[in-house]
C-alpha cells in the first residue's frame, strides 16, 4: 500500500517537475511504492496503469528520452493477433491490447489507419496452409480472415509481382505511430503522476525486508515493488535479483523505407504466410505516407547492434523484386533496423516474485506495440494478486491529446485556423516532412520534452524525410537550440 508522504510528494509535483530531464531520483528517501524499469511501450504503459491507483510510481529509464529502445524501430503494425499461437499469453494480451490501443488512440489522437492486411500464398504449400491460418485466427477469436483467389489478390493490389496463387484477408490489421503511443502512455502517466526518471540506468539492485534499492547510472531509487519491462536488458536485470530463467537473443529486423511517391502503389499490408523464424517480409503503408518493405530476421549477440547491413539490403531489393518489382523503382528514403527481444520460451514470460516484491515482464519480441497497454493491465492483477493493495484514484486527468504525425489527418500547416491564431504553424522549417516552427516549439514545451534532435524527430517528424535533414537540418537545429532554452528560461 502506498506510503502517504511518499504518494503526496509524488503526486502533488507538477507534470514538469515528473518528467525533467531525471538528473535526481529520489531527493526524497522516502521509497517510491513502484518503479518500473523501462521508458519503452510496455513501461510506460505499465507506469500509467498503476498510476491510476493510490501509489508513489517511478519510470527509471537509462536513456535520455522514453521511447528510445525497441519501440522506436517496429514496423509499426497494430495487430488483430489473428496468426498468435492459440493459448498463449501472448495471444490473449495481443488481441486485448488491439481493442485497448485502438481506443485509447481514438482518445489521445494517436494515428491510426485501418488498412486492413492481405496475406499472400506464393507457392503451393502456402496455399494449402490458408485454410489453417484461417482456422488459427478463429481459434485466436478473430472470425474476420476470408480466403480469396489470385484475381481477388489481384484486384486488391494490382502492383504485386507475378505469381500469387490466393491470400487471407485480415480487414483490420491496422497502421499506427508507434513514437506518438509511447509518447502519449509517458505522457499520461506523468499526468497521473507518475515520476519519469530519464539517464537513470540500472546497474545493481538491493534487495532488502522493507525496499529494494536500484543503484542507477545517476544514484540511488528506493521502491517497494519493482517492475522489470526493460526490453534487451530484462534477463541482465533479471539476474541482478539473483534469477536465472532465460536469455534474451537480440533478433534484428531491417526495414527499407519508400518515398511518398510508392504509397499510391499500395493501401494495405501485404503479408506473407508466416513460417518458425517469424512474421516475414511484409509491405506495408507507413503512418506518415511512405511505403515500407522488411523487416529481416537475424539473431545476433550484440543488443546494441541497430545499424542497417550490406546484407539485409541484398536480401531485402531480393524480396521485393520478386513481391512487387514496381516498388523496386521508387527511391530508398531511409532504412533502419530494430532488436526484437527474443527469449528461449514461446511465449511472453511474466512472472511475480511476491517475497521479493518483484515482477519480470519479459520476451515482449513482436507485438509489444500492440499489447503494451493489455500487458499493463495483467501487470496490475499480477501484482495485487502478490500482494500489493491497489485503491483506485478518486479522479484522474484526462489523457494527453498528441500532436497529429499521420499523413491522412491534418497536420497544423494544412491548417488555416491554427495559422491564423499563431503564425508559427505556417512557418514550414522541414521541407519534405512539412513541419512548422510551431510544432518544434510545441514539442520543447510539452510534457516530457526531447532531449535530442533524434527525440524531436519523433515528436515531430522534423528531418524525417527525404533529405534525412540535408536541407533543413541546421535550421531545425536551430529552432530546436531556442525553443529549449526559451521553455527552460
Ligand atoms: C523489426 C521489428 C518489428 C516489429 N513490429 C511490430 C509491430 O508491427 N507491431 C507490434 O505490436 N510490435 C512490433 N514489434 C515489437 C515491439 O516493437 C516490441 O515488442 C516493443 O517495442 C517492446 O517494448 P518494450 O517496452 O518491451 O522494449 P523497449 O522499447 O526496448 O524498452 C525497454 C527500455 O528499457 C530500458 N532499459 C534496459 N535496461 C535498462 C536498465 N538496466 N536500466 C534502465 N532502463 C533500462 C531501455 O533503454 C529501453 O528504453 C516489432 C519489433 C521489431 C524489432
Avoid at 525497441?70 to 509499426?76: D, E, F, L, M
Wanted: some cysteine; charged content about 20%.
Amino acid at each position: 500500500m502506498s506510503h502517504p508522504e511518499a504518494t503526496g510528494s509524488a503526486n502533488n509535483a507538477g507534470p514538469s517537475n515528473n518528467a525533467g530531464s531525471g538528473n535526481s531520483a529520489g531527493s526524497t528517501s522516502q521509497p517510491f511504492d513502484v518503479a518500473v524499469v523501462g521508458g519503452g511501450i510496455v513501461g510506460a504503459a505499465i507506469a500509467r496503469e498503476l498510476a491510476g491507483y493510490e501509489l508513489s510510481i517511478a519510470l527509471v529509464e537509462a536513456r535520455d528520452d522514453v521511447g528510445d529502445g525497441t519501440s522506436k524501430a517496429n514496423t509499426a503494425i497494430l495487430h488483430t493477433g489473428f496468426d498468435a499461437k492459440p493459448g498463449t499469453l501472448e495471444s490473449r494480451l495481443v488481441r486485448r491490447g488491439y481493442h485497448l490501443l485502438g481506443e485509447y488512440a481514438k482518445r489521445t489522437g494517436i494515428p491510426v489507419e485501418r488498412t486492413g492486411a492481405l496475406l499472400v500464398a506464393w507457392t503451393p504449400e502456402e496455399f494449402d496452409a490458408l485454410p489453417s491460418l484461417a482456422e488459427k485466427a478463429r481459434a485466436n477469436g478473430y472470425e474476420h480472415c476470408e480466403i480469396v483467389d489470385a484475381a481477388e489478390v489481384y484486384r486488391q493490389v494490382a502492383a504485386l509481382g507475378e505469381g500469387a496463387l490466393g491470400g487471407l484477408t485480415v480487414p483490420d490489421e491496422s497502421i499506427i505511430c508507434t513514437w506518438t503511443t509511447n509518447l502519449a502512455l509517458a505522457t499520461d502517466a506523468v499526468g497521473r503522476g507518475v515520476r519519469l526518471l530519464r539517464n537513470h540506468r540500472v546497474e545493481a539492485v538491493t534487495v532488502a525486508e522493507d525496499a529494494t534499492t536500484l543503484h542507477t547510472s545517476a544514484g540511488d531509487v528506493p521502491a517497494r515493488w519493482v517492475v522489470n519491462a526493460a526490453g534487451l536488458g530484462a534477463d541482465v536485470l533479471d539476474r541482478l535479483f539473483g534469477h536465472d530463467r532465460f536469455t534474451v537473443t537480440p533478433r534484428r529486423g531491417e526495414l527499407l523505407v519508400y518515398d511518398k511517391l510508392a504509397r499510391p502503389m499500395i493501401d494495405k499490408i501485404v503479408l506473407p504466410v508466416p513460417s518458425k523464424v517469424g512474421k516475414g517480409v511484409l509491405i506495408s503503408p507507413t503512418i506518415y505516407g511512405n511505403v515500407m518493405l522488411g523487416p529481416t530476421a537475424e539473431d545476433l549477440t550484440d543488443r546494441t547492434a541497430t545499424g542497417t547491413s550490406e546484407g539485409g539490403f541484398e536480401f531485402l531489393l531480393d524480396k521485393g523484386r520478386r513481391l512487387m518489382p514496381r516498388l523496386l523503382a521508387e527511391e530508398v528514403t531511409a532504412s533502419y533496423a530494430g532488436l526484437r527481444a527474443a527469449i528461449d520460451h514461446g511465449d511472453f514470460l511474466i512472472q511475480a516474485d511476491p517475497t521479493q516484491r518483484y515482477l519480470l515482464v519479459g520476451g515482449i519480441r513482436s507485438t509489444g506495440l500492440t499489447s503494451g497497454m493489455a500487458i499493463g493491465e495483467y501487470v496490475r492483477d499480477l501484482i495485487a494478486e502478490a500482494g500489493l493493495t491497489l485503491v483506485p484514484k478518486a479522479e484522474l486527468p484526462d489523457p494527453p491529446r498528441m500532436p497529429n504525425l499521420g499523413e491522412a489527418f491534418p497536420r497544423p500547416y494544412q491548417r488555416a485556423d491554427l495559422i491564423a491564431a499563431d503564425p508559427a504553424y505556417g512557418s514550414v522549417v522541414c521541407f519534405c516532412e512539412r513541419v512548422t516552427a510551431g510544432e518544434i516549439r510545441d514539442a520543447c514545451r510539452s510534457v516530457i520534452p526531447p532531449a535530442s534532435l533524434e527525440g524531436l524527430r519523433r515528436r515531430t517528424r522534423a528531418m524525417n524525410g527525404r533529405c534525412q535533414g540535408f536541407y533543413c537540418g541546421a535550421e531545425v537545429s536551430d529552432l530546436f537550440t531556442n525553443s529549449r532554452n526559451e521553455a527552460t528560461r
